[in-house]
C-alpha cells in the first residue's frame, strides 16, 4: 500500500488566497483526520470524518477553514482566505477502526504551508 | 475530557546510553495509549500502543512502555539508543468508553542522540 498521500508537500501563498490541501487515505479506512502542526501549539486534531461523514469539527479554528470528504479515497481542507497565522504543516492520517476499537492512525507527509 | 502531558521538551543523550520519555494522563475513565514518532520532515508513525492486557509493551526499535494505572504515567523506555533514534516522540490517549473516541496527543518530546 502506498500509504496515506499528501498534495502539495509545500505551499507558499500570500495572504488572502484560497488555498487547497488534499488528502488521499489508505484504501479500506474507515476514518480520516486532519490535523495542525506548529511550534507554538503542538499537534492538534481539527476535524475528523467517520465513513466520509464529518463527526466532530470542533477543532477548526474558523469559518474560514473547511473540509470535505466527497468519497472514501479523497478529501480536502480548504482556507479562505488565508492569513500568516495558518502557517503550519497540515497532516491527514487515517485508521480502521475494529470493533469500534482506535486502532492505529496511519499518517501523511504532511504539507508544509507558508502565508505570506 | 483526556488530557496528556510530556514533561520533557527536550532529551539529550548520548549514544548506546538508556532514556525514558515520560507521559502522564488525565481521565476519569479507562484509557487507550499511544507513543508516536516523527522523524524530520516526516508524518508520524506508532512506536507502540497500549489497549488492555499486559501493563508492558514492546513497540518497533527496541521500545518499550509500561502503563502503571496508579501513577497515571506511561513512561517510553529504551535501553541504549542510537543515532538514527533522533526525532520526536509523541504520547497520546484515547477514551475507553465504547464506541470510538478521539485521540488526544502530547506536547511531544524532542529526542536529541548526541554520538
Known amino acids: 500500500d502506498a500509504g496515506v498521500i499528501q498534495s502539495p508537500r509545500h505551499e507558499v501563498t500570500e495572504m488572502g488566497q484560497e488555498v487547497t490541501l488534499r488528502c488521499k487515505p489508505i484504501?479500506?479506512?474507515?476514518?480520516l483526520f486532519w490535523y495542525r502542526q506548529t511550534m507554538m501549539r503542538g499537534l492538534e486534531l481539527l476535524i475528523y470524518?467517520?465513513?466520509?461523514?464529518?463527526?466532530?469539527d470542533s477543532g477548526m479554528p474558523e469559518d474560514r477553514f473547511s473540509a470535505k470528504m466527497p468519497n472514501a479515497s479523497f478529501s480536502t481542507l480548504k482556507i479562505q482566505p488565508s492569513e500568516p497565522r495558518d502557517s503550519a504543516v497540515y497532516f491527514c492520517?487515517?485508521?480502521?477502526?475494529?470493533?469500534?476499537?482506535?486502532?492505529?492512525?496511519?499518517f501523511g507527509p504532511g504539507t508544509r504551508l507558508l502565508v505570506l | 475530557a483526556q488530557s496528556v502531558t510530556q514533561l520533557d521538551s527536550q532529551v539529550p543523550v548520548f549514544e548506546e546510553a538508556p532514556v525514558e520519555l515520560r507521559c502522564n494522563y488525565s481521565?476519569?475513565?479507562?484509557?487507550?495509549l499511544f507513543w508516536y514518532v516523527q522523524y524530520p520532515n516526516q508524518g508520524l508513525q506508532l512506536l507502540l500502543k497500549?489497549?488492555?492486557?499486559?501493563?508492558l509493551v514492546k513497540g518497533i526499535n527496541g521500545f518499550e512502555a509500561e502503563f502503571n494505572k496508579s501513577q497515571t504515567s506511561f513512561h517510553l523506555r529504551k535501553p541504549s539508543v542510537h543515532i538514527s533514534d533522533t526525532a520526536e516522540y509523541f504520547c497520546?490517549?484515547?477514551?475507553?468508553?465504547?464506541?470510538?473516541?478521539?485521540?488526544?496527543f502530547g506536547i511531544g518530546t524532542k529526542l536529541q542522540v548526541i554520538p
Open positions: 481521565s476519569s475513565v479507562s484509557v487507550y
Open positions: 484504501s479500506g479506512h474507515d476514518y
Open positions: 492520517a487515517s485508521s480502521l477502526a475494529e470493533d469500534g476499537v482506535q486502532e492505529t492512525q496511519y
Open positions: 497520546a490517549v484515547s477514551l475507553n468508553s465504547g464506541g470510538y473516541q478521539k485521540v488526544t
Open positions: 497500549y489497549l488492555s492486557g499486559s501493563t
Open positions: 470524518f467517520n465513513n466520509n461523514v464529518p463527526i466532530d
